[in-house]
């Protein structure tokens, strides 16, 4: 049989040193990930030729989209390897590729320099960031989930978007700081975008010392060969598996509209200056970051069910009004509260999506199982958001978009009203009920 946790539920500094070793990893992965769409508006014209200014953009969103893809290999690969070798190995490996992205894209020279290598440079460091973040999800979702406690699950596993939102904060936070401190716009455009790739670098080795020495979340059973197979999770678990499909596609989106792509928004179609728009982004995703928690806890009081409903209904309805009305305001302070509406509203997805898709799935299958389908759902929609959004806009339609995001969160709707509340019906917890009471 596999055990849920080799630790006792009362043991309190070793649950807190294992969530502050896992979110600090997921921090650094996901500031890496957020680093490149962060300074997109910088280092586009560097690895594209000259030229109108959306269409460099939408050369690097390609390239964003393009990455995107290798999240399901990744799902698959860690999801595999932290099933059979355990969650530490899968989690190491992966935040030392995502160091090898970052380093790539700080050292590759400019196109100017050396011609189409340099876009493929950048393709090439992107593709190692997809399978690193690609992976990086599944275990991390897993590990939180696994170590936290029945009555504080939704809680304590909020904390994986706390630092997903993290990683996109400090990313913008050290934007910032190059923009109205350090560098003048002029540095910043040829050679001071590459300074955030190079401490992501270095803050990515620092995580793999601390993930070397961490515990693992579960004792697997040495006697299920199958662990972490594919034809198993298929076979045994398809309602779950099309489950997480649902769960995400609606979510995803939106969270990467009203986040990694909100900054060029306000920049391309709401005409704010790049340091508006910098700003803006970050004290809303300060806020955002604050609000997981809290919805963790409702869910861990009333339910998953009601606040993915309540995400459903209120997407539905809302998007293309918020969007709308954001895309013809002429006021930051307009815009800082249309997109702080927004994110409540996704919030009672981003909160709990994690802790529900690990819910779903036994132990020796929770990691590919939770990070497979996953990353084929964010790799066809979250990545190619930023894409299509650009696309209609360069071709007259943008407001087709907003409408394309309203479907997608409508069909995501259906799926949170006909799927069972995992509060009640947890594999976790039935783990937990099976295990000798000597562990």
Request: aromatic residues 12%; charged residues 15%.
């Amino acid at each position: 049989m596999t055990t849920t946790s080799q630790h006792t539920s009362h043991n309190t500094g070793w649950r807190l040193k294992a969530i502050i070793t896992g979110s600090a990893g997921n921090l650094v992965e996901w500031y890496d990930w957020y680093a490149y769409a962060a300074f997109a508006l910088y280092f586009a014209p560097a690895f594209f030729p000259e030229g109108n200014n959306t269409v460099q953009l939408l050369n690097t969103a390609a390239i964003f989209a393009v990455g995107f893809l290798m999240r399901p290999i990744g799902g698959w690969l860690f999801g595999r390897i932290a099933d059979q070798k355990g969650r530490k190995t899968a989690m190491t490996t992966s935040v030392l590729l995502m160091s090898l992205g970052s380093l790539m894209i700080a050292l590759t020279p400019a196109y100017k320099s050396i011609g189409l290598l340099s876009p493929v440079l950048l393709l090439l460091a992107r593709l190692l960031q997809g399978l690193s973040v690609g992976g990086e999800y599944g275990t991390s979702a897993t590990y939180l989930s696994e170590i936290a406690t029945p009555e504080k699950r939704g809680f304590f596993s909020s904390f994986q978007y706390v630092t997903l939102i993290g990683g996109q904060l400090v990313a913008l936070g050290i934007q910032l700081l190059l923009q109205k401190v350090f560098l003048s716009p002029a540095q910043l455009a040829n050679w001071g975008w590459r300074i955030p790739f190079v401490i992501g670098a270095l803050l990515a080795l620092i995580v793999l010392y601390m993930r070397r020495n961490m515990e693992e979340s579960v004792k697997l059973d040495d006697k299920k060969t199958e662990r972490g197979s594919l034809g198993v999770l298929i076979r045994q678990h398809p309602r779950a598996v099309l489950t997480v499909i649902g769960l995400t596609l609606g979510g995803t989106l939106a969270f990467y509209t009203y986040t990694t792509y909100m900054q060029k928004f306000l920049v391309n179609t709401v005409h704010l200056t790049k340091e508006q728009s910098t700003l803006i982004v970050f004290i809303l995703m300060l806020i955002y970051a604050c609000l997981q928690p809290l919805f963790g806890w409702i869910s861990d009081k009333y339910g998953r069910k009601p606040l993915l409903i309540g995400f459903g209904v209120f997407g539905t309805l809302f998007t293309v009004p918020v969007l709308t009305t954001l895309s013809h305001t002429t006021s930051a302070i307009s815009a800082f509260f249309l997109i702080l509406a927004a994110l409540i509203i996704v919030s009672g997805y981003t909160a709990i999506n994690a802790v529900v898709k690990a819910e779903l799935f036994p132990a020796e299958i929770r990691a590919l199982g939770v990070g497979l389908p996953y990353a084929l759902t964010v790799a066809i929609f979250g990545g190619t958001a930023e894409y299509i959004a650009l696309y209609f806009k360069n071709i007259g339609h943008e407001p087709w978009y907003y409408w394309y995001i309203t479907g997608c969160i409508f069909i995501s709707l259906i799926v949170y009203v006909v799927v069972r509340d995992t509060k009640h019906t947890s594999y976790i917890d039935k783990e937990k009920e099976a295990m000798p009471k000597n562990l």
